[in-house]
């Protein structure tokens, strides 16, 4: 064979190795990105259900808050009842706790003695009063918590900064429970700072550990590991199990270098900064990137091959061709068809994640009509026993045979006022939980929006009046819109309470409609108020957010405009926002024109 001949088999030698390496390259990177999504995927839905698991474990709080709210005194029976159903609907809480503040010079006067355990010398002490469960911690009722510098530090970090206090737990802590602190007052209108009003502290001890399987184990397992950590201190851990196998990993042993898929997330927590992270542990999200890259680079270098002895074959003896590529052909047939085989096992392992996802959606819709559910019959259950508070305040209100004197009179005014709000807040977590569930029927018609808004506006007049805003309607023009009219009154009710409340003394409030394209009206509601910051305008929408306003003395729950939204897209419309801090918000939605009869 001359010198040409193999200089060109050496070139397409050379050759077929490049285009193999480049073409594995790919392949390599391509599954590479694969793997990082799913892993990314798997690990936002679970980090996302250890986020919302706390959110629902700092609900209990914020009941606590509103229970105590609701009464100057509570028993300790009416502590241990209400406690108990708290308890049984999140196995994570340890313990529910209540400590009032005693000023040292009126501890004898306000505890009983053999209830009595001083235990620092200090101007005010911390007294552990309730405790539930009470069975076994006998010994722990009347003790100064005080004696827990750990807690003592959360406790009085909670009572400077008025918000949730969170105190770690400590090697001595058996129970590794986490400890969350809340302020309670004597005064619905109390501010944060004020210290002096302060009646004691909620702490709730929680095994996050718990709360964790609880949010993790109706998932199907994904190779990942999910830890909870405050200051890289390991307050939770859940562990996976590896797919197709019954055995759980130990050691906590992760993939190494290049197999190492970490995912991490911040999630403020009272007054506390969490990080959860997720790390992946599952050799099957590798699995994919070394058989796709070993098939292509075999199959490229057989390939490569067969082309250069095809050619030297060639070169040395033209007579053989024919038999040759004949053979050659068979090979390559046997390569299609293996190859078409991996084709087929791919599809059966795209089948086979498609099933998982639609498995995991549905364990997700299940768990979002479960707390639904749970929502709207704890609201039911709340609003019997409150409407008979007030029922019963109002009679004493309208007693004629024995008046009630100005110091009482007062206080009833202040439960009627409570209770109002309270049934208020119900009411909303009802139509919430109502949307959510499907349970909303529509009635669906023409609606004049000059006839609504006017009969709106002379509803919200007298808060206007107090709140000093002044409300005006700007257009006169004569549109209808295809709506619910009850339902519209409420978006409009909401949108129109909300400009009031988050307005300032002397400011306005202007109502605005027109006709927009694609046969819609917009209806816009503007205020000169504080404005909404931009960190908090992506969360406008979502429950339970008061954007920043949690410590005002602005009643709300954080739900209204997600009601509002919700109601609104329910009649066929969209709604939106524009605000800029310290000038005011306009909040406007859209819904379909209707010719008017």
Known sequence: MSFIHRLIIIISLLLGFM?????????????????????????????????????LNMAALLAMQAFYDASEKVTREEFEHFTSRLMDN?????????????????????????????????????????????QGNED?????????????KGILSSEKTG???????????????????????????TRPSDRANIRGFIIMDTDVRTLMDRSLDHLPEGGVHISVKENNQLLGYHRSRVENSNSVIRNQTFPTEKETLMYKELFFVGDKEWKIVAEGINAEFF????????????????????????????????????????????????????????????????????REFLRAKVAAESSSLAKSEFLSSMSHELRTPLNSILGFAQLLEMEDEAPLSDNQKE???????????????????????????????????????????????????????????????????????????????????????????????GGSVSIDWQDMEDNLVKISITDTGVGIPKAFQNKVFSAFDRLGQENSNIQGTGIGLLTTKDLVELMDGSIGFDSIEGEGSTFWFMLPATQKA
């Not at 722990?140 to 750990?150: P, Y």
């Not at 129970?175 to 005064?187: D, E, G, S, V």
């Not at 033209?318 to 052909?329: C, G, R, S």
């Open 411 to 505: 206080s009833v005014d202040f439960i009627v006022a409570s209770g109002e709000h309270l049934l208020k807040l119900i009411n909303q977590v009802l139509d919430l939980s109502a949307i959510e569930a499907g349970k909303v029927e529509l009635v669906m018609g023409s609606i004049t929006l000059s006839d609504i808004i006017n009969d709106t506006i002379a509803l919200m007049q007298i808060d206007a009046e107090k709140a000093g805003v002044q409300l005006h309607v700007l257009s006169d023009s004569d549109l209808s819109v295809n709506a619910d009219y009850t339902k519209l009154k409420q978006v409009l009710l909401n949108l129109i309470s909300n400009a009031i409340k988050y307005n300032i003394n």
């Open 163 to 189: 918000l949730v206090s969170i105190a770690v737990p400590t090697p001595q802590d058996k129970q590794r429970a986490t400890h969350f602190i809340l302020p309670i007052y004597h005064k619905f209108d």
């Open 287 to 354: 699995r994919e990137t070394k058989t796709s890259s070993l098939l292509v680079m075999v199959s490229g270098i057989i390939i490569s091959t067969l082309l250069t002895i095809i050619l030297s074959i060639t070169l040395k003896r033209h007579e053989t061709i024919v038999n040759l590529v004949d053979e050659k052909t068979r090979e390559l047939n046997q390569a299609n068809d293996s190859l078409q085989q991996q084709s087929n096992d791919l599809e059966l392992e795209v089948e086979k994640r498609t």
């Open 19 to 55: 285009a193999t390496y480049i073409a594995y390259s790919f392949v390599q990177s391509q599954a590479d990105n694969k793997i990082d999504d799913n892993f990314k995927e798997a690990a936002h839905l679970r980090v996302h259900a250890v986020e919302e698991s706390i959110k």
């Open 140 to 152: 722990l009722v009347g003790i100064d918590l005080a004696l827990d510098d750990n807690i003592l």
């Open 90 to 134: 999140d196995p994570s809480i340890l313990a529910l706790k209540w400590a009032p503040i005693v000023a040292h010079k009126n501890k004898r006067s306000q505890l009983i003695e053999n209830q009595w355990r001083e235990g620092n010398k200090s101007n005010a002490y911390y007294p552990l009063l309730y405790i539930n469960p009470s």
